[in-house]
């Protein structure tokens, strides 16, 4: 079973490990992530793929997949799916599986093309010991009419924080963190009531997860997940302009223009050139993993991961 992911985090790393351990045959071939967070998990069991390429469409044309694991931010999970379907492949989609209500009506007509059974959901709490018990009670009419239910969700502290410090907490990527976070919930709600609500009330707010509140010990944990430049709003942008200039470089040396004397070089020179670069660059600036600050630590990582791909 050949197995392609896009965007190889650190869940679709978990998912496919524990898929690995029921299914022997299950083996991920290629991956299209330009930082994959997963793969020091991947690593450390053994399953990191050997492929990787700069786009979906790119890794379909090259492999023959069984499955597309669909792990990228929510908001692109739609595209993905879209390109997956047509390409004649089953997926498996992290959830949330769309951000909003367009793309959800757009997904159920790509539903209704190729068939509900094409796309698996990453709603795993559909599947633990208490939602399969609580499947069982209702499969014998043990708890009868359900007139109301009332439920809270208790987290540990760093779960929350973790979704509001990295690109999750923006919503055109996340599509909120109700969404994000509480789909499971509500998901569960609707197993147990056997129907979807006709109307729902809601309050809330962001006063615990602001900048007064940031923690002053541990803040690594929360930041490592978080790709530099979703948060450089009404920040020196500097680093980031770095990190442009080095793609625009990558890519003029990867495609060989002639006029700049590259068009000779194999494919192997053109990897080493670029590593080369990018070392230097960080040398020049000076950037090194104990940085003075998050962002310069943050960064470093990005590249040195940059550098890893290549």
Request: proline fraction near 4%; glycine fraction near 8%; charge should be positive.
């Amino acid at each position: 079973m050949k197995i392609g992911a896009v965007g190889l985090g650190n869940r679709i790393a978990h998912v496919f490990h524990e898929l690995s351990q029921i299914n022997q045959e299950a083996k991920l071939i290629s991956y299209v992530d330009p930082l994959p967070i997963g793969k020091d998990y991947a690593e450390k069991h053994n399953f990191f793929p050997k492929k990787t390429y700069v786009t979906l469409d790119e890794m379909l044309a090259n492999e023959k997949l069984d499955l597309l694991m669909i792990g990228s931010p929510n908001h692109l999970h739609l595209k993905h799916i879209k390109i997956g379907l047509n390409a004649g492949i089953k997926i498996f989609a992290e959830k949330p599986i769309v951000v909003d209500e367009d793309q959800s009506f757009e997904l159920a007509k790509l539903l209704g093309e190729f068939g509900q059974d094409q796309v698996l959901v990453g709603l795993v709490l559909r599947y633990s010991q208490h939602a399969r018990s609580v499947r069982g009670l209702i499969d014998k009419n043990s708890l009868g009419n359900i007139i109301s239910i009332e439920a809270s969700e208790h987290i540990m502290p760093w779960h929350g924080g973790f979704f509001m410090r990295n690109w999750r907490r923006k919503e055109k990527f996340s599509g909120g963190f109700m969404l994000e976070k509480c789909c499971h919930d509500i998901d569960f709600y609707n197993m147990i009531v056997g129907c979807r609500p006709k109307r729902v009330a809601s309050f809330g707010g962001r006063r615990s997860f602001i900048p007064d509140n940031k923690p002053e010990k541990n803040f690594e944990e929360y930041s490592k997940y978080n790709l530099f430049g979703w948060e450089a709003k009404g920040k020196d942008n500097s680093a980031c302009w770095i990190i442009v200039g080095l793609i625009g470089l990558i890519m003029l040396l990867m495609m060989g223009f002639s006029s700049y004397g590259v068009k000779t070089m194999t494919v192997k020179d053109k990897k080493r050139s670029v590593k080369k670069t990018v070392k230097d660059m960080m040398e020049r600036i000076d950037l090194k993993p104990d940085g003075p600050n998050i962002e310069e630590q943050q960064l470093y990582q990005n590249l040195k991961n940059i550098v890893q791909t290549i």
